[in-house]
């Protein structure tokens, strides 16, 4: 079965500090889908990124950028010198390919809580 | 497109009563999912349906729960009746296609049962 492992609960930085926070995730099929969310304090849930299991290429966005790496079965996200509106909890999940037999929409991680003090 | 769309935002009951959370998914969305946020067990699937057709309810913690979709543009979860544990934020998502395309979330509903 599909899995997502967050191993950072929270992370606290200050201000212009650059963070990683760590994904893992395991599946049995070769062909999944990997994305990351963010819940501000107000609730939603914000769409940052998508990323297929046959394109390792890094993506950067702004200060956002995005590590995925097969050999290691992760997929990190960095945020480069964060600001206080970063402060958010951050959800990876986990789709697998094709609504067969087992295939579950959506697997989240536990999310990390990022806290940037001013 | 107005995103999806969840009704209450909060709701408070007391136990044993019934409540109905509701969801509008985004036009064109073949996929609508609900999910269910608690501090202990993150988010959890709890149903989805592909067509207005319920696909799979597994997630579905006791048959206190119901969902429905009579028609492409709405949906319902029902809990009948109500316990203190369903306390949560329930969330709908919906998306153009199963896995390979993001899911779009509404805003959640707060509930609580007291």
């Known amino acids: 079965a599909q899995k997502v492992t967050q191993a950072q609960t929270e992370i606290s930085v200050v201000e212009k500090e650059d963070v990683t926070l760590d994904c893992v995730y395991e599946t049995r099929d070769t062909t999944y889908y990997l994305f990351w969310y963010k819940q501000p304090p107000s609730g939603e849930l914000v769409f940052l990124i998508r990323?297929?299991?046959?394109?390792?290429q890094n993506e950067i966005s702004g200060r956002y950028s995005w590590n995925f790496q097969k050999s290691t079965s992760s997929f990190n996200f960095t945020i480069t010198a964060s600001q206080v509106v970063d402060s958010a909890v951050y959800f990876c999940a986990l789709s697998e390919a094709g609504a067969g037999e087992g295939n579950t929409p959506l697997v989240f991680g536990k999310g990390t809580r990022l806290s940037v003090i001013a | 497109d107005a995103g999806v769309i969840q009704s209450p935002r909060h709701e408070v009951t007391e136990m044993g009563q019934e409540v109905t959370l509701r969801c509008k998914p985004i036009?064109?969305?073949?996929?609508l999912f609900w999910y269910r946020q608690t501090m202990m067990r993150g988010l959890e699937l709890l149903i989805y349906f592909n067509n207005n057709v319920p696909i799979d309810d597994s997630g579905m913690p006791e048959d206190r729960f119901s969902a429905k979709m009579p028609n492409a543009s709405f949906s319902t979860l029902k809990i009948q009746p109500s316990e203190p544990r369903d306390s949560a934020v329930y969330f709908c998502?919906?998306?153009?296609?199963?896995?390979?395309?993001?899911?779009?979330f509404g805003q959640g509903t707060r509930l609580t049962v007291v």
């Open positions: 998502a919906s998306s153009l296609a199963f896995g390979e395309t993001e899911a779009f």
């Open positions: 990323r297929n299991s046959f394109d390792e």
């Open positions: 036009s064109g969305h073949d996929y």
